[in-house]
């Protein structure tokens, strides 16, 4: 075997060998991932089936990504009343949010910020179990980046946790963006052909998330050029799962 592989194969057990020897530790690893994944697609499913015109299909996934949250927090071995809690109120401010009428007055002032806190809360308090296993959040800033560009695109605003900066709850782009891609530069893509299927579509994802323009109260792209939801929300879920695969 070339001596690269065995490096890959070497940094990969030594990130595995702990879940490994603690089963306990990989399912709860695994649980506080899909949590954060899914929380952030359940609402991205609701951005998309407001801004995309109330189609069934946006509402049917809705529905399954808060099935597929409502299951890895039944894995969770540290879920407690109060995730529980920040759980129902998520699940009920996006089932409300596609219960609203489709014009903009049929949306009441402030919920769009509710929405917000709602999410954020929630991610916060999985994400205060998570303690020192980071690499967790690469797919959930994937996703929560996406939520942003989804909000800017389809609502206007998304309102990060402005206290906390150093976590990627309070980020945006500018910093999210050279966040994952230090975290896959370290990845050998010539290695193993699934990494390099990753960094490309991250290289064609991040174009566009890198385009977003958070500094910007005209919400228009940095490039001028129109928003694209549709295809940074596909290409976000198929980088995450991709990326989760490889972990797992």
């Known amino acids: ?118 999410l954020r809360d929630f991610l916060s308090a999985v994400r205060n179990q998570q303690g020192a296993d980071a690499q967790a959040e690469l797919p959930a800033k994937v996703e929560y980046l996406t939520v942003q560009y989804l909000s800017r695109a389809y609502i206007g605003s998304f309102e990060i946790a402005r206290e906390q900066p150093e976590t990627y709850l309070g980020q945006d782009e500018r910093r999210l963006v050279p966040s994952i891609d230090e975290q896959l530069a370290v990845l050998d893509g010539k290695a193993n052909p699934a990494v390099a299927r990753l960094k490309t579509r991250w290289t064609f994802l991040k174009t566009a998330l890198a385009d977003m323009n958070s500094g910007s109260n005209s919400f228009n792209t940095a490039s001028g050029r129109a928003f694209a939801p549709i295809m940074v929300d596909r290409h976000a879920r198929s980088l995450s799962d991709q990326w989760m695969t490889l972990t797992h």
Request: proline share 4%; aromatic share 8%; net charge negative.
């Open 1 to 118: 075997m070339h001596p690269r592989r065995w490096i890959w194969l070497v940094v990969l057990l030594i990130g595995w060998l702990p879940s490994l020897l603690n089963p306990v530790h990989a399912q709860t690893f695994t649980a506080l991932e899909s949590m954060q994944v899914h929380a952030n697609r359940a609402t991205s499913s609701l951005l998309l089936y407001r801004g995309e015109g109330f189609q069934q299909a946006h509402l049917k996934r809705l529905e399954s990504d808060l099935s597929a949250l409502n299951t890895a927090l039944g894995n969770h071995p540290g879920t407690n009343d109060e995730l529980r809690a920040l759980h129902q109120i998520l699940q009920d401010t996006l089932r409300e949010g596609a219960g609203f009428g489709r014009e903009e007055e049929d949306v009441p002032w402030g919920w769009t910020l509710q929405m917000s806190k709602a």
